[in-house]
């Protein structure tokens, strides 16, 4: 079946500008995570999605930083005014009611 | 809070040579834990995982890992590798409310013919 997806694949944005990452999760499975993974963070969970409860944010880095799961499927991560430091590569992982995340390609950002 | 440590951010190893990748953890609570792997240009991939049960688990492509609870560490190896294991490894541990993970800074396996 298919596996998590993400687009775009990559994304080059000037500072200062907004960026919208998409997130479609296996069908089925409750549970949704953003991660980043940068060079100098290694790999940081963002925000956590599970059904209809209200979203764990503990892992957004700035208020710059926010997420939507729209009828507990796709996921949109928005990323406003980015900055240089925002640069890495950003993960979705969905999982069933399990302990298994299966992870996307991810989404390589760049910020010039 | 939990963290995890791998003290080799880089290992490279003969081809059909025996590897160790070394993971500890901390944790205040139990603790599942969890091996992904990174192929070149890749996305993340479970490569093996420790929910409770026997302290050795194994993968479909020869890998094993052991739980050992008295020295928090869950280190990966491999008898023998491939060329094809060149990849970077990662070791997570993950949280039993929200179940986020964890991870570990990385170990990059480089396999030399």
């Known amino acids: 079946g298919a596996g998590v997806s993400q687009s775009p694949s990559n994304k080059v944005t000037e500072k200062g500008k907004d960026v919208e990452l998409r997130c479609d999760p296996i069908s089925g499975h409750t549970a949704l995570y953003w991660y980043r993974q940068s060079l100098g963070q290694g790999l940081e969970f963002l925000i956590y999605f599970q059904g209809n409860s209200a979203p764990d944010k503990s892992g957004l880095p700035s208020d710059r930083f926010s997420a939507e799961r729209t009828g507990g499927s796709v996921s949109t991560l928005t990323i406003q005014r980015t900055q240089q430091e925002d640069s890495a590569v950003y993960l979705c992982?969905?999982?069933?009611?399990?302990?298994?995340?299966?992870f996307g390609p991810g989404t390589r950002l760049t910020v010039t | 809070a939990q963290s995890v440590t791998q003290l080799d951010s880089q290992v490279p190893v003969f081809e059909e040579a025996p590897v160790e990748l070394r993971c500890n953890y901390s944790s205040s609570v139990s603790v599942y834990l969890f091996w992904y792997v990174q192929y070149p240009n890749q996305g993340l991939q479970l490569l093996l995982k420790?929910?409770?049960?026997?302290?050795l688990v194994e993968s479909i492509n020869g890998f094993e890992a052991e739980f050992n609870k008295s020295q928090t560490s869950f280190h990966l190896r491999k008898p023998s590798v491939h060329i094809s294991d060149t990849a970077e490894y990662f070791c997570a541990v993950m949280d039993t409310g929200r179940r986020a993970l964890t991870f570990g800074s990385g170990t990059r396996l480089q396999v030399q013919p």
């Open positions: 992982a969905s999982r069933p009611d399990s302990y298994e995340q299966y």
């Open positions: 420790y929910l409770s049960g026997s302290t």
